[in-house]
């Protein structure tokens, strides 16, 4: 797992130095491989179904908490672009405030609020409607 931290922090001055360079494309990419890779990893660890055995609640509290913080780091990576959105984030992780200095911070023995959706997901006929 520490190798995978290591990973995630040369990942995170990529898109710094991204940012810098003015390049917010390629960084909406990255960041957006990055989203999909933690999406895998929360669908391929299934936690959901792990609860249902108690012998598996540490494993689910680790995976729990490993996707807990990839997505605190893809909110404060995001926040320069769509700091809206990252502000929704920062309440439901309960934090007064996010800089790109914290993405080396992890969430531990954190408490966080009440999920409730960022977005609303638009569905193809919304959106022909509208167009209509």
Same mark, same amino acid.
């Given at each position: *797992?520490?190798?995978?931290?290591?990973?995630? +922090?040369?990942?995170?001055?990529?898109?710094?130095?991204?940012?810098? $360079?003015?390049?917010?494309?390629?960084?909406? +990419?990255?960041?957006?491989?990055?989203?999909?890779?933690? =999406?895998?990893?929360?669908?391929?660890?299934?936690?959901?179904?792990?609860?249902?055995?108690?012998?598996?609640?540490? $494993?689910?509290?680790?995976?729990?908490?490993?996707?807990?913080?990839?997505?605190?780091?893809? *909110?404060?990576?995001?926040?320069?672009?769509?700091?809206?959105?990252?502000?929704?984030?920062?309440?439901?992780? =309960?934090?007064?405030? @996010?800089?790109?200095?914290?993405?080396?911070? $992890?969430?531990? =023995?954190?408490?966080?609020?009440?999920?409730?959706?960022?977005? @609303? +997901?638009?569905?193809?006929?919304?959106?022909?409607?509208?167009?209509?």
């Amino acid at each position: *797992m520490n190798h995978f931290w290591k990973t995630l +922090r040369a990942v995170g001055d990529e898109i710094s130095d991204l940012y810098d $360079r003015k390049e917010f494309g390629q960084a909406m +990419r990255k960041i957006m491989l990055l989203a999909d890779q933690a =999406n895998q990893y929360l669908d391929q660890e299934k936690p959901w179904v792990l609860i249902k055995d108690e012998e598996n609640k540490e $494993r689910v509290l680790k995976v729990c908490t490993t996707s807990i913080n990839l997505f605190f780091k893809i *909110m404060v990576m995001l926040k320069p672009v769509v700091p809206s959105i990252a502000k929704n984030g920062e309440g439901f992780l =309960n934090l007064e405030h @996010t800089d790109w200095d914290s993405i080396n911070t $992890r969430l531990l =023995n954190h408490q966080i609020s009440d999920y409730k959706p960022l977005l @609303t +997901r638009i569905e193809n006929e919304n959106i022909e409607a509208m167009l209509g």
